[in-house]
């Protein structure tokens, strides 16, 4: 049970630095106003992008962390596990980009969810990218042929675009989930194939074929 609990903070660890590298990407477009300034531009500073960094990378390593954790259980545990997951991830991914971007002090960007009505923080963290993690979750649990790279790419391609579409339609540039959840989702499918059984079986195939 330890080695298997260690594989699977390991692989986390790796997905979640290609979904950083998706948030960090992502950020950096936002900071360099690209391809358009983003509507009613927060002036974003240079840790934006760190601040990305991390959101990303929370978004994809608790995603696929916990379908990692779950793959073994029965599909009724880890269906009902997708909803809190996603609003813990949405919630936790978000606290970085809120002291960022809208420079919040540390004691509100922690309790964002909770300014407004309390109803409000049972839907707000899926609208903040928690849907992202709900869907690339889904994807990695149930997606067919889910050990290909193509599967991976497809999961995580697909939890980039449709799961951040909801955020950008409230920012009147719904076109923007394609670009940045695209991205986000071709390192982490990546990031995702490379780390899972799969991925490093072909690793191990090609090592023994060239050597």
């Not at 696929?64 to 954790?69: I, L, R």
């Not at 394609?178 to 191990?204: M, P, T």
Request: aromatic content about 16%; hydrophobic content about 50%; glycine content about 12%.
């Amino acid at each position: 049970m330890g080695g298997r609990a260690s594989r699977t903070i390991w692989r986390s660890a790796v997905v979640g630095l290609w979904g950083a590298a998706g948030g960090a990407s992502n950020a950096w477009l936002c900071f360099a106003k690209l391809p358009v300034p983003v509507k009613d531009d927060p002036n974003f500073h240079w840790h934006v992008v760190p601040a990305g960094a991390i959101h990303g990378g929370v978004l994809a390593a608790m995603a696929f962390g916990v379908a990692e954790a779950l793959r073994s259980k029965r599909v009724a545990v880890r269906l009902a596990v997708a909803v809190p997951l996603a609003w813990f991830a949405g919630y936790a991914s978000w606290i970085p980009l809120n002291r960022s971007a809208y420079d919040e002090p540390w004691r509100k960007s922690w309790a964002w969810p909770f300014d407004e009505k309390w109803t409000a923080a049972l839907y707000a963290p899926f609208a903040y990218f928690g849907l992202v993690a709900l869907l690339y979750y889904v994807g990695l649990c149930f997606w067919p042929g889910k050990s290909s790279l193509a599967a991976h790419l497809g999961a995580a391609i697909s939890a980039g675009i449709l799961g951040s579409l909801w955020w950008w339609i409230g920012w009147e540039t719904w076109h923007f989930s394609i670009l940045h959840g695209a991205l986000w989702g071709l390192l982490v499918g990546v990031g995702g194939w490379k780390a899972s059984e799969g991925g490093q079986r072909r690793g191990q195939a090609d090592e023994a074929r060239d050597g």
